[in-house]
């Protein structure tokens, strides 16, 4: 309670004088308006005739209102995470009572004795008070102010019994007396058990509340606290008005200063640099603003633009607050410009162009100080610098459920599952890289109906085994599947048979049980045969897992109210804007993919205490899982501010001829086939090289570079678009040395090691030994070194905005650009044997680390030499 100590105390002469003032600016704002206040309003004696504790904070009855004008703008200065009892209750008070507060801009002038959180009125940028207790009944003498207000608890008439309760919180409650705190406990507990309720003054919510509310629950000692407090701390602290009062301490916070120095986001520097110069423009809106920045979608106009000329010159205009001699938004740009010194670190080459755009250049040599940055920071045992993201990106150490790949027991994979495994390992690796703790989970279907079938076939196919011969050669998956199929299908007595093992299965049957073992051990294999060739890792928890914990969830819908009975008895549950329902129980009692998706979704939020939860499977499933994340919501699983739910939906692979990918015969394409296919041709196209001596790897380097290549090409061809896309499957485009495609890119960064290797070999400049020792330096001439620099160092501005949809084509566009970049950099500017070559040979180095770290999010092997 640092600032309790230094409380200014608002007398009740200066309440009325508040009161007053706001009184005359409404009146004078409803005026200009032709507007009239609304005539005031009594209540009657509210206070409680019986002694609930079971009351909730609710909303009061307005007391006398009056209107206050709608420009009203209030500021919390000094607002900190440090004095978090102080700025808690501001906060609070203003959710409380209906007052708009925001964070005060940097330019507002607070008295150099006021240490904590103090409350500024933004029409005139004058001290109101300060101290979190004076500043809550600043915002309750507002609020009753309001002629809309539906949250007003403040009445004159109970000023007294207030203040009693202020004075008790700031002396008593959070000293060192115990003595003193006991006597206070011992109070507060008689007030709430007396007839008070949940609340300490008339029956509802108070300043007083929330003052104490605060203040104990900030006290290291809450568990020792009476029933009755803990009762009526929980009863707050839940509600609405504490929660999102609580929730909007940190848009109260100011933020630190930019980190231009060591924070590697140059969208962040050159937004800061802007901010900063409209701030001292127009203080008093500032804080109405975001991002003022974007990136210039034409480099060479400008690297970024400013468009808040135009919107601040209307919003001036609008409230009579433009400066003198400022007539369009073509002069605010111009005053934007004149309030970024000179020598800021950043930009500098201002243009302003058309209607009021500012155009601007990132300076040369904040370039060179990241990109040094980053080459001096190399291990000290060799290997590639770790390249940096903002700490706002990696100190969230969130965990994340990625639920990907999935194919089902018994099946191959085909090119259907190619979509779902790869981009799924690239989300992984995107998340992994800025810290979260991720799930990668495969949601196999081991699980269902299909496997009565399954088993019925298997034990006719091997009718010794489990008697003595448990060797079981299945063979080909699919037509193993297909022959088992085409039994169901046509044979009465198989199919009854099969429907009878899966109840015996589901029962534990043991017989059952390890046939289906054998059927889930033969098709791990198999996948595994795809993910080794594609570097994929996942953790199997299938269908079968959450088998045992479906029955909870319907009977938690149940007890919810949210289950309708369907006609036959199965238990659904609708969500808005849906007509068909889920289905938690089926007819005949057994469950479906709703049941086990339900399950999963619960175990994932409550037992791995997921914040983020992916699911990767073909658009047509889009419908059936917005439907499971609403119903988690509706059951109270999910808070959307706290936990965020998707559903990556991805398009089809077609053939030529426009149509789902199959081969000649029209069977589904085996996923290891088609990997395999690609690698067989980059072989050949790199003994080709070879034998036309155009190559600088030998023969035997051919499998191990081809296969790097040849499944890099598959998944980049399938990564660099847009998920949602359906795309044409083709080996020629995708195995092209030119455009944007894997081998092009591979190709750029085996050049680049190249010129390094020959800056070693022929010229002795060791690129290691200068990481190694930290002597790198990079200076930036040549327009071509300096577009190069520009596009490094945007890599931590791409993944922050990969985070938002988690779409891998946006790290595949960063790449390519990156890689033409490279390709002007090499052909404008002589690396080796220049006097720049030591400068130049660093910064084909730093394009390499950037490459591979960007090939290693996309799980693409990088070669050195091809």
């Given amino acids: 309670m640092s600032q309790e100590g230094e409380e200014q105390k608002l007398s009740k002469k200066e309440l009325k004088r508040l009161a007053k003032k706001t009184e005359k600016d409404a009146k004078k704002g409803n005026s200009e308006k032709g507007d009239h206040p609304p005539s005031s309003a009594t209540k009657g004696d509210d206070r409680p005739s019986g002694s609930s504790t079971q009351n909730k904070p609710v909303a009061a009855t307005t007391v006398n209102t009056v209107a206050t004008p709608k420009e009203s703008t209030f500021f919390l200065a000094n607002a900190s995470n440090d004095d978090c009892v102080s700025t808690l209750k501001a906060a609070i008070a203003a959710k409380a009572f209906g007052i708009d ?36 009944k600043a915002m309750a003498l507002l609020g009753a102010s309001k002629s809309d207000a539906t949250t007003i608890n403040y009445d004159p008439r109970e000023t007294g019994i207030i203040d009693e309760w202020l004075e008790l919180e700031r002396t008593c409650l959070g000293q060192d007396d115990k003595t003193k705190k006991v006597a206070a406990l011992d109070k507060i507990e008689h007030a709430l058990t007396s007839g008070c309720g949940s609340f300490l003054v008339a029956g ?84 109405t603003l975001g991002q003022v920045i974007e990136k210039s979608k034409v480099l060479k106009n400008g690297d970024y633009q400013c468009k808040e000329a135009m919107p601040l010159f209307a919003q001036l205009k609008a409230v009579g607050k433009l400066p003198p001699g400022i007539h369009s938004p073509q002069q605010v740009a111009q005053e934007i410009v004149k309030n970024i010194p000179s020598d800021n670190p950043v930009v500098d080459g201002f243009e302003i162009n058309g209607p009021g755009f500012i155009l601007c250049r990132v300076k040369a040599s904040y370039l060179e100080h990241h990109l040094n940055t980053l080459m001096n920071s190399a291990p000290e045992e060799g290997g590639d610098p770790k390249l940096v993201l903002p700490r706002d990106v990696t100190s969230k150490k969130q965990t994340v459920v990625v639920d990907f790949s999935s ?39 081991d699980w269902g109906t299909q496997f009565g079938m399954l088993i019925t076939f298997l034990k006719e196919s091997f009718p010794n085994f489990g008697k003595g011969d448990d060797n079981v050669d299945i063979g080909d998956l699919t037509q193993f599947y297909k022959k088992a199929k085409m039994r169901f299908d046509e044979d009465a007595v198989f199919k009854k048979t099969s429907q009878l093992n899966v109840v015996k299965l589901q029962a534990g049957d043991e017989e059952c049980r390890a046939i289906w073992q054998v059927l889930c051990d033969v098709s791990r294999k198999e996948f595994e045969k795809v993910y080794k060739r594609l570097d ?73 205490g997921a914040s983020r939860i992916v699911y990767i499977t073909d658009y047509s499933q889009g419908d059936h899982f917005q439907m499971c994340f609403s119903a988690a919501e509706m059951i109270g699983w999910v808070d959307p501010k706290k936990t965020k739910l998707e559903h990556i939906g991805f398009g089809t692979v077609m053939g030529d001829d426009g149509k789902r990918f199959k081969t000649r015969s029209g069977d589904t394409v085996r996923l290891v086939d088609l990997l395999d296919e690609a690698v067989q041709r980059m072989e050949t196209s790199l003994n080709e090289r070879i034998a036309e001596k155009k190559a600088v790897i030998n023969e035997d380097q051919v499998p191990e570079i081809a296969a790097a290549m040849g499944y890099g090409a598959v998944k980049y061809f399938d990564l660099r678009r847009n998920p949602t896309s359906n795309y044409k499957f083709s080996y020629d485009d995708m195995l092209d040395t030119k455009g944007n495609t894997a081998i092009y890119l591979l ?74 970049a490279v390709s002007d950099f090499v052909t404008k500017c002589k690396v080796l044997g220049s006097d720049e070559m030591e400068s130049r040979l660093l910064l084909c180095r730093a394009s390499a680390i950037v490459m591979r770290q960007c090939f290693d999010l996309l799980a693409i092997r990088h070669v050195n030499r091809i």
Avoid: W
């Avoid at 199965?570 to 993919?593: E, H, N, R, T, W």
């Avoid at 750029?748 to 290691?768: C, F, M, P």
């Fill in 101 to 136: 507060l925001f964070k005060a801009p940097a330019t507002l002038k607070v008295p150099c004795l006021v240490k904590g959180p103090c409350l500024f009125n933004g029409n005139d940028a004058k001290l109101v008070t300060f101290g979190g207790n004076s500043i809550a």
């Fill in 536 to 608: 994929i890792t996942l953790e199997e928890c299938g269908e079968s897992f959450y088998n045992n914990k479906i029955p909870a969830v319907i009977e938690e819908f149940e007890k919810s109210g949210l289950i309708a009975s369907e006609d036959g008895g199965a238990k659904c549950v609708f969500v808005p804007k849906y007509k068909i329902p889920l289905m938690l129980q089926k007819s005949d009692g057994g469950y479906g993919y709703d049941s086990t998706d339900m399950a999963a979704l619960k175990y994932r939020i409550k037992d791995l």
């Fill in 747 to 820: 190709y750029a960064h085996a050049r680049l090691e190249s010129i390094i290797s020959k800056g070693k070999t022929d010229y002795n400049i060791d690129v290691d030994e200068l990481l190694k020792n930290k002597n790198a330096k990079i200076v930036i001439g040549h327009p071509s070194e300096r577009n190069l620099a520009f596009h490094l160092q945007m890599f931590s501005d791409m993944i922050v905005e990969v985070l938002q949809d988690l779409y891998p084509y946006r790290v595949c566009d960063f790449l390519y650009a990156l890689s033409i």
């Fill in 204 to 287: 509802r919510l108070s300043v007083a509340d929330i003052a104490v509310v605060v203040n104990l629950s900030q006290q290291q000692d809450v568990a020792t606290y009476s029933p009755a407090i803990q009762h009526y701390l929980h009863a707050h602290l839940s509600s609405p008005i504490f929660i999102e009062g609580t929730e909007s301490v940190q848009s109260l916070v100011p933020s630190p200063p930019f980190d231009v120095e060591n924070d590697p986001s140059m969208i962040g520097a050159v937004n800061s640099v802007f901010y900063d110069a409209i701030s001292a423009f127009v203080p008093d809106i500032a804080h």
């Fill in 407 to 445: 194919p089902n027991i018994a099946k191959e994979m085909h090119v259907g599952h190619l979509r779902s495994t790869i981009i799924g390992e690239t989300v992984c690796r995107i998340l992994e890289f800025t810290g979260a703790d991720v799930k990668r989970v495969n949601h196999v279907g």
